[in-house]
T-cell receptor
């Protein structure tokens, strides 16, 4: 059983398009995250939601909009895609705050042409 | 100074060797510390949490030095399967603010 799943796994699209990445966790966790891992492999937090409420919103262009319809889902919508958005996006979840282990999804490799 | 710093490596070590990685952090108020492992083109997975008293899990030992603001990971008797990138993770508490280091790449050579 997949604990944290993301779709799609690969996404290739043109500049200027709008795309969404979906994330679901079946662990019953309260907190979900989106991370971006760039070409240098640096993993940086973008957003964190706790019980569907936005907790962390790092310095991310407002073209990126997370949406949490329920606490098991955290989707990421990206408007007007740019070349620099090409990266691997990881969704993660944890039971609660801070000290809890984060479980990562398999990642979505986004390539913007 | 970066919030979390690691030597990206790569560290190339022969099988059976002992290897150690350090990770420094800048926020003295940081509360929780972890080592994650990331295999090539895979997601990060928790390797171990790092406790103030130090902790050991088989061939892996993690230690925390709050005075000098660093954590370490020691791997004894390296296996080929240990080849991966090891990410240092620091949580500054409240609002789930976690910061990942850039990772240290380990390559264990036969």
């Amino acid at each position: 059983d997949t604990a944290v799943s993301q779709t799609p796994k690969y996404l290739v699209t043109q500049m200027g398009n709008d795309k969404s990445i979906k994330c679901e966790q079946n662990l019953g966790h309260d907190t979900m995250y989106w991370y971006k891992q760039d070409s240098k492999k640096f993993l940086k937090i973008m957003f964190s939601y706790n019980n569907k409420e936005l907790i962390i919103n790092e310095t991310v262009p407002n073209r990126f909009s997370p949406k949490s319809p329920d606490k098991a889902h955290l989707n990421l919508h990206i408007n007007s895609l740019e070349l620099g958005d090409s990266a691997v996006y990881f969704c993660a979840s944890s039971h609660g705050q801070g000290e809890d282990t984060q479980y990562f999804g398999p990642g979505t490799r986004l390539t913007v042409l | 100074r970066k919030e979390v710093e690691q030597d990206p490596g790569p560290f190339n070590v022969p099988e059976g060797a002992t290897v150690a990685f350090n990770c420094t952090y800048s926020n003295s108020a940081s509360q929780s510390f972890f080592w994650y492992r990331q295999d090539c083109r895979k997601e990060p997975k928790l390797l171990m949490s790092v406790y103030s008293s130090g902790n050991e899990d088989g061939r892996f030992t993690a230690q925390l030095n709050r005075a000098s603001q660093y954590i370490s990971l020691l791997i004894r008797d390296s296996k080929l399967s240990d080849s991966a990138t090891y990410l240092c993770v620091v949580d500054s508490g409240g609002y789930q603010k976690v910061t990942f280091g850039i990772g240290t790449k380990l390559q264990v050579i036969p």
